[in-house]
Structure formats: C-alpha cells, structure tokens
C-alpha cells in the first residue's frame, strides 16, 4: 500500500480558474498515480477575504470535473486550536517575539526585511503580531521535484516573518505547516508562486520537530500582462460545459502530451489516461507558462 498523503488546498476567495485547476490536475495525478491518497483542504483561515460560497462553488466544481478526494474535507477555519498549540510551542521554546510595528512604520524603514525593531518583545502583548526569530545566517536547503536544489538564506532574504497577525488571524505559513503534519502529507504539488514561501515552512517544520514533505511546484498561469490568475487579477472562472477540453489543455500544459482525440472524451477516461501515463519529469521547469 502507498504511503503517499497528497493534497489540494484552495483558498476560497473565489471560484476555481484554469490556474487552480492545474494546480488541482498536477496535485491529484501525482497521488493517483503513485496509488495515493489525494485530500481536500479549504484554506480559508483568513476570514476577510475567503467566502463559504466560494468554498462550497469549489467543491462543486472539483466534483464536476472528476478530481474526487479521499477522506472529509478539513477547513482551516475550524482548526485554531492546532495553530494555537502550535503557537505556544514556539513562545516557549523562545523562537517567536510580540511586534507591534505598523504597516506605516514598516514601510519607513525602506528595508526588504524586518529590522528587529521588536526583538525584545519576547512576551505575549496585546494587539501585536507573532514573528518568528530568525537566527544571523539561517539558511535552509531543499529538493524541488521539478526545480532541483533551492537554497534560501531566510536571515537575509527573508528575516523574522510573521505567523500571527495584529487583528487576531494566524498567518498562512504556521497554518499550512501544523495543518500539513497533522494531516500527515508527504507531498505537496503546488504553484511556483510559493516556492519562497517552502523554506520559511521548512524552518517552522524543524522548530516544531514535524516531517517535512516532498515538495513540487508547477509553473503559473498568467494574464496578458504577466499576473498570476486569481480573483484580483480578474481571472474567469471555470466553465462547466467544456470540462473534458479543460482537464486535456491541463495535462498539455503539464508536459504530459496527450493524444489529441482524447479530449473529446469524458472527465473520466481523460483522468484515467493521465494516471496511467503520468510523468512528473515532464512538468515545464519554469515559473510561468
């Protein structure tokens, strides 16, 4: 039996593009054809911009295409009690410190990084966001299934990122890494555009002693300008009445060269080709399509 725990988690802020949809494809046929597990998560852990009914049009659209999950689906926004967890762990081992910089004041120091103007805030305070303490010279190193060695000195290229925000929200990284381990993921399939966030969860993954999976990202889609697709961006969301020709110009983008006729066929069998034929090596090694 695979031990391979894959998934495909969405943030609800709108309904599913073809740039989520690739994302959904290259995550769901790597599990399926490594005979895995291919779980559902709903990233909505930022109540401001994520919308149940975007959850839910998601869910309906991911149905409607054939890329079934095993398992419930997990929401983020219904798992603070882990993030907390999590959270205290890292207060007490003296990794994080309470900073309550403004946006304003961040922006007037004109440094890339933070500048550490809180450092020595290591206790709780009201109204301040959680940052990571990041060592001088932190460097964390990782294998990228499709981009090979990365390399990344969070000290300097980053610098101490935060994982609970001033209006009372946990941030994306310690949310997807706690929610990561306890799913027990092994692979993560995802879009480029979070491949400098792999090394800032890899750090938090080593604090709080959880595995780190395998990683693999995948090139963006964008628009006629260069932007990622997405609500912002004015992205189009996903038809329902061409589904079959929409999962093949996936897999093409993929690199995985579907035969032409195939997609005239249903949902069903295109999937079914694409588990048999699968090749992650064959996924463009580059940023954006």
Not at 84 to 110: K, M, N, P, Y
Not at 120 to 133: G, I, S, T
Not at 191 to 201: E, F, S, V
Request: proline share 4%; hydrophobic share 40%.
């Amino acid at each position: 039996m695979s031990t391979y725990i894959g998934r495909f988690a969405p943030s609800p802020t709108g309904p599913l593009h073809v740039g989520s949809l690739l994302t959904a494809v290259a995550s769901w046929c790597d599990a399926r054809a490594a005979h895995g597990q291919w779980l559902l998560r709903i990233e909505d852990i930022d109540t401001t911009r994520c919308h149940a009914e975007a959850a839910e049009h998601i869910i309906r659209t991911l149905e409607h295409y054939g890329l079934w999950w095993d398992d419930q689906i997990v929401y983020q926004s219904q798992r603070h009690h882990y993030y907390q967890d999590a959270l205290a762990v890292l207060q007490q081992q003296g990794d994080i410190f309470w900073c309550v910089c403004s946006r304003r004041e961040l922006a007037e120091t004109h440094s890339p990084i933070y500048t550490g103007h809180c450092r020595n805030h290591p206790h709780y305070r009201a109204n301040a966001a959680a940052r990571v303490l990041i060592p001088p010279n932190t460097s964390v190193t990782f294998h990228d299934a499709v981009f090979g060695e990365i390399r990344e000195n969070i000290a300097q290229e980053v610098g101490d990122f935060v994982i609970y925000r001033r209006d009372g929200l946990f941030a994306y990284q310690l949310a997807v890494v706690v929610d990561d381990a306890e799913q027990g993921i092994t692979h993560v399939v995802r879009g480029a555009d979070l491949l400098d966030n792999t090394a800032r969860q890899i750090y938090l993954q080593q604090r709080l002693l959880l595995p780190s999976p395998h990683y693999a990202h995948i090139p963006l889609v964008v628009n006629h300008i260069g932007e990622k697709l997405s609500k912002q961006t004015g992205a189009t969301a996903l038809t329902w009445d061409n589904a079959n020709v929409q999962l093949w110009q996936a897999l093409t983008q993929l690199g995985q060269c579907p035969p032409d006729t195939l997609q005239f066929e249903h949902c069903e069998q295109i999937l079914n080709w694409a588990i048999l034929h699968w090749q992650r090596d064959n996924i463009p090694k580059q940023f954006i399509l």
